[in-house]
């Protein structure tokens, strides 16, 4: 089997170093920054690169990790040159607007959108590794819009590289990611522009940062390239979530400058309601 992966950063770049180790299985890659194309074949990730033109005369599958927005708008032109008995799997942590870019395609049978939740906080071909994707969760969404066979290949495909997969359709993936994983990451971010902003010594900040405040900010040093696409192809539930967030964040200010430290105290016995499903992820690896 030949699969071309397009985007050869954390994502695309681990699965391609997956399959690529698999027997009978050929990895071709291709991404639009010469470096990284130079990288993925000196690491390994590949076994050629292929331009897209070539992927689309060669492969059975062809696998899209790139940029949610560049998705949404390069998935439509590729469907149009699909042939028969090739099919597209997307790896994209939006899915609703990249499923309705294509709904009423011809050939949107050929088309399987996934999205596997797994990652680091790290971008590019050298972030790439194996066991990225061991025992983690793959969601598969609107599965009844695409051919069977081809979800069977795409189930084959993400349980070689350790995924069990899950369905929903793409309106409640967005909603659920939305407050389980986009939050986070502006959590993080906008929690690193505060400090960043509070603390201008860096040396201070970091003779001063506990544990605690690293792993609450790590997800900051994700890639901005990738995140702003997911925020905006999300843009309603994120900025749900988001006022959900503002809300609670609001009501534990306004406790504090009421010396109510009952109610903070409230608050927060509230929140250890969450630990079944800390712990829950935590067994699973889900997220």
Not at 6 to 26: C, P, Y
Not at 100 to 109: E, G, L, S
């Amino acid at each position: 089997m030949q699969i071309g992966v397009i985007g050869l950063g954390l994502i695309g770049g681990s699965i391609a170093m997956e399959l690529n180790a698999q027997l009978a299985t050929q990895v071709y890659g291709w991404d639009l920054i010469e470096s990284h194309r130079r990288q993925a074949l000196e690491l390994e990730l590949v076994e050629d690169i292929m331009t897209e033109e070539e992927m689309l005369e060669n492969c059975d599958i062809i696998i899209l990790a790139i940029p949610v927005n560049l998705i949404e708008s390069k998935l439509p032109k590729l469907l149009d040159q699909l042939q028969t008995h090739q099919c597209i799997i997307d790896v994209g942590s939006t899915k609703k607007r990249i499923c309705n870019a294509v709904k009423d395609h011809p050939k949107r049978a050929h088309f399987v959108a996934a999205h596997p939740l797994a990652g680091t906080e790290f971008s590019g071909p050298t972030a790439a590794h194996r066991g990225l994707f061991r025992d983690k969760k793959n969601i598969i969404c609107d599965q009844a819009l695409s051919n069977e066979k081809f979800v069977d290949t795409s189930l084959r495909i993400f349980k070689s590289i350790g995924m069990q997969s899950i369905f929903l359709n793409s309106e409640e993936h967005d909603k659920h990611l939305a407050y389980v994983s986009h939050l986070s990451h502006i959590s993080s971010f906008m929690l690193g522009h505060t400090v960043l902003d509070l603390e201008k010594d860096e040396k201070q900040i970091f003779n001063l940062a506990s544990t605690g405040f690293a792993s609450t900010v790590r997800l900051a040093k994700s890639s901005p390239q990738t995140w702003n696409p997911i925020f905006y192809g999300n843009k309603e539930y994120v900025l749900e979530a988001l006022d959900s967030y503002i809300s609670h964040l609001e009501n534990f200010a306004n406790s504090l400058r009421q010396d109510d430290a009952d109610d903070t105290f409230k608050l927060m016995q509230k929140a250890n309601e969450i630990t079944p499903v800390l712990n829950g992820i935590n067994t699973n690896n889900k997220i």
